[in-house]
């Protein structure tokens, strides 16, 4: 047995968790327009984002008065899907609901 492996095992973990990079992360964010409700954005941050209704309610009140709110930072992959599941949520029900995201 080599003496040396409990230290090449350490310097080796070490030099793993250096090169670990966390992956970048996005912003999804609702915009606001003079179509949709204000109930139908409440619900979707309930059910896309799983937000509580008070939660929901603060960010659906951010987007009608300030025109943009933040919904959730998220992995691309999340991220992405989120904003794809809200554009077929939001067209499904006749509504113009811009999602968009952007790096965190």
Not at 14 to 31: G, N, S, T
Not at 56 to 70: D, E, F, N, Q, W
Not at 79 to 101: D, N, Y
């Amino acid at each position: 047995m080599n003496e040396h492996q409990p230290d090449s095992w350490e310097g080796l973990e070490q030099e793993v968790k250096e090169k670990v990079e966390l992956p970048p992360m996005f912003k999804v964010l609702l915009h606001n327009d003079d179509y949709t409700t204000m109930e139908f954005v409440v619900e979707i941050l309930q059910q896309v984002f799983h937000k509580s209704a008070p939660e929901a309610t603060r960010i659906m009140l951010l987007v009608h008065k300030k025109g943009l709110g933040v919904c959730g930072i998220f992995s691309e992959d999340i991220a992405e899907t989120k904003v794809e599941i809200v554009r077929h949520l939001a067209k499904k029900s006749g509504f113009p609901l811009m999602c968009t995201m952007e790096e965190a």
